[in-house]
Each structure stands twice: as C-alpha cells, then as structure tokens.
C-alpha cells in the first residue's frame, strides 16, 4: 500500500464527493435537481475511491483493473453534469436529446472500459509504477469529455449572465467550483499520452465540494435543515460501509474480494442510512411536530369561526404563533387600499 500526495488526494476527493452526493439525495430523493446532481458527486466520488486504488496497489493485475474500474466513473462524469447543469438552469426540455445522446455515448464507452479498445494495459510512466495505457475507444471519450464539459460551463456562463442577486451567486459558486474542479481533473490525462506532467492538480477536484458548500449554506441552493445531523449519520454507516473492505485490502492485501465486499456494503448502506436517519429526526423534531400539531389544530379552529371580527381574528393570530412558537413579538401588515377620487 502506497500513501502519499496522490493517494491521499484521491481518498480525500473520494470521500467528500460520496458525502456529498448522499446529503444532497438524502434532502429531498425526488427532486430532479437533487438527483441530478448526487449521480454527478457519486461518478467522481467512483472515479476517485478506484484512482486512490489504482495509485496504492503496488500489484499489475489489480493496478490494471482499477484504472479501468476509475474509468467507469469517469466516463459518466461529463454525461452527468451535463444533466445537472440543464435542471439547474431550466433548460432541461430543450437539451433532453443531447442529454440522451450522451447517456448512449457514456454507455458504449462504459461496455468497451474492461477490453483494450478502451485500454490496453498498465505501464510504468515517471515515478508511477503502474499508469494507464490508452486504446483505439481512449480519444473519442476524451473528445467528448471536452465537448460536454465546456458546453456545460459555458451554458452556466451564460446563465449567470442574464440572472441576479440569489440565483446568479448560486452558478457562480458552482460555475466557478466545477471549472476549478475540472481543471484539476484533466491533469490526469497528460501521463495517459506519455506527455511528463504528473497529476498534480488532483487536489483541486475537492474545491467544487467547498464551493457547492457555499452555495448551499449561504445562498440556499438546497434546504439544510437538519444538516449535520445527516452528515454525521452519513459518516456514521459510510466508516462501516468503507472502513471494512479497506481493512480487508490493506491487512490482507485482498484488494479484489475487498472490492466486491464495498459494492455490497454500498447497496445496503443506504437503506441502513434511511432508517437511522428516520429514527434520529423523529426525536429530533419531535417538538416542531407538536408545534405544526398545534398550529394546524388551530387553523381548522379558525375556519369554524364565522362570526368573529376581522381586528380580533389578526389578534387571535398573532397570539397563538407568538406563544407556540415561542418568539418575543409578532406582527401583521394590512394593506389597506387608497380611497381614490372619482
């Protein structure tokens, strides 16, 4: 087991990019949104988790197969945040073919990845000892990682452009975060083509988790209620679901049944995640349920009062969010229409 820069790097992108992904899902599952954007973070959390792999197994036959396995997640990584970009900026109806188009294209990529179309081998490449060869299939990925993702920011420039105030700091943060992210990324592909520049920039995959961190805490591009509590849950089952097949791997040097042992644990973990999560909030929230209890007990009440004055119903109002809510002071404003002259 190798441990430095780029190990290190690797795991660090892994394990923010998987947090990520299922805090965003865990929000709100149905939103398209939401969705959109946790396939995203899970294809590079998959390519990141197999690139700390690839560089830390000082193996060829296992080095062969998690370059191959980190390639998976990066052929999604263009396609998905394509999709992302066209909910969040609302133009997903008039991009819904190229979205498809690039799905088709990912999946061709994705069934050639395990076969020398897509790479050839594994071979030593500067202080590497083992790092990807490129087959026939290599070059049209790449093209199109480069299309999908340039038209992808490009399409978010543009956005942020014709929008303001809230909306427009929300694609500058993840705008700015993803092409700084990107920017690391591809310098993975140099050593690929035998050009001697090392993938130094790997680090900077980690900083579109910070900026899309922004967005979300100061610019509300999601709910956060009940945020760390999520998170803390998350990193809870994930040790677990993480923790064990690496002690496997790296006690044992099972790498491959180590492997087979996380995509288990992976399926299951979240379903045990939901349900500790489900029992946590009850508790949690148990006083704001009682309040909404409270409140919407109340609301029936007042549809039932017909006869009462409108001065009295605003006070009765005002009264009853005060106290359940437990706040200093509340207020309504009436707007009260102009006499016109005639």
Known sequence: ?????????????????????????????????????????????????????????????????????????????????????????????????????????????????????????????????????????????????????????????????????????????????????FMGGITNFFLVYNIPIPPVGNCLVTVYIVMVAIAIVKYRLLDINLAFTRVGIFIFVYAFVLGLPFLLGYKYGLWKYATWLMLFLATLGPFIYTRLRRQVEARLLAEDFRKYGILKRFASALARMRDIGLEKLLKLIIYRLVKTMEISCGAIYRAMKRQMPV
């Open 1 to 181: 087991m190798l441990l430095n820069y780029f190990t290190i790097s690797s795991l660090i992108n892994a394990l923010t990019s998987l947090c990520l992904c299922f805090f965003i899902l865990s929000r709100n599952p149905r939103s398209r949104l939401n969705r959109s954007f946790s396939f995203f973070s899970f294809a590079v959390g998959f390519w990141a988790i197999n690139h700390f792999l690839a560089f830390a197994i000082l193996n060829k036959a296992s080095a062969l197969f998690f370059h191959r396995a980190l390639m998976a997640g990066a052929i999604f990584i263009p396609t998905t945040f394509f999709h992302f970009v066209c909910i969040f900026l609302c133009i997903y109806d008039k991009k819904k073919s190229l979205i498809l188009l690039g799905y088709i294209a990912s999946f061709i990529f994705l069934f050639s990845d395990f076969t020398p179309l897509f790479i050839t081998g594994v071979s030593k490449k500067l202080f590497f000892e083992y790092f990807e060869d490129f087959g026939p299939m290599y070059h049209p990925f790449l093209a199109m990682f480069a299309s999908f993702t340039l038209y992808s920011h490009y399409l978010m420039f543009k956005g942020f452009k014709s929008e303001t105030g809230v909306r427009a700091n929300q694609i500058k943060y993840i705008l700015i975060g993803t092409l700084i992210g």
